[in-house]
């Protein structure tokens, strides 16, 4: 399954909502998708699974949702730490990651 | 508290077998029902999947990159290891160490809860 993220590039300001799109070439079986962060020089943190499930610590200005082959990582109100790079991960059959999504100031 | 490193040559020459170990604690390898993964990110680019291994020792390796991979694991040492034959160029980059849950029953791994912060490898002679 290949995933397609876009936009490549989000320039918003502080305070903003932030949608993010992350689309399958085939349905995901059971929404096994993942959304991480990877700030410049980190690991990639988990940030959402099963679609909309949030990660342990994750604030709730961070949603998911989507099913088949439609998924959105939203954030609410963005906030200074939240500029990065986001990957969707699908983990249905074998495991592919999407190619990013720069999320930068804007 | 669940950690893993990376460790390895920071250098390896093309044509060269690259040999990664991932060092885990705050889990066991072998009856927690985590599996471990190995990723890699070229520099700028996306993440790629490398293999997996289960608790129970099932292995999974990318369909492109199978002829080349080998992963097991030394679960008295608390270790994964990867190891790359025939390295060239384009196999640089980070290359990360991931804890995944599993099930047995349905042979299959999931999200990527917990990474090591990665080991970077350049390929040059």
């Known amino acids: 399954i290949v995933l397609t993220q876009s936009p490549g590039t989000l320039s918003l300001s502080l305070g903003a909502r932030a949608t993010l799109s992350c689309r399958a070439s085939?349905?995901?079986?059971?929404?096994?998708l993942a959304w991480y962060q990877q700030k410049p020089g980190q690991a990639p943190r988990l940030l959402i699974y099963?679609?909309?499930n949030r990660a342990t610590g994750i604030p709730d200005r961070f949603s998911g949702r989507g099913s088949g082959t439609d998924f959105t990582l939203t954030i609410s109100r963005l906030e200074p730490e939240d500029f990065a790079v986001y990957y969707c991960?699908?983990?249905?059959?074998?495991?592919?990651f999407g190619q990013g999504t720069r999320l930068e100031v804007k | 508290q669940v950690t893993l490193k990376e460790s390895g040559p920071v250098v390896v020459k093309p044509t060269e077998t690259l040999t990664l170990t991932c060092t885990v604690s705050?889990?066991?390898?072998?009856?927690?029902?985590?599996?471990v993964s190995w990723i890699r990110q070229p520099p700028g680019k996306a993440l790629e999947w490398l293999a997996h291994?289960?608790?129970?020792?099932?292995?999974f390796y990318s369909t492109s990159l199978k002829s080349r991979l080998t992963i097991s694991k030394d679960t008295s040492k608390s270790q994964v290891v990867l190891t790359m034959t025939n390295v060239g160029p384009v196999d640089a980059g980070t290359y990360f160490c991931a804890r995944a849950g599993e099930s047995i029953w349905l042979k299959k791994f999931f999200e990527f809860d917990y990474w090591g912060q990665g080991m970077l490898v350049t390929v040059s002679s």
């Open positions: 099963g679609a909309s």
């Open positions: 291994i289960f608790s129970h020792g099932t292995k």
């Open positions: 705050g889990f066991s390898l072998d009856n927690d029902r985590m599996g």
């Open positions: 991960h699908q983990y249905g059959p074998s495991h592919t």
């Open positions: 085939q349905s995901v079986s059971d929404n096994y």
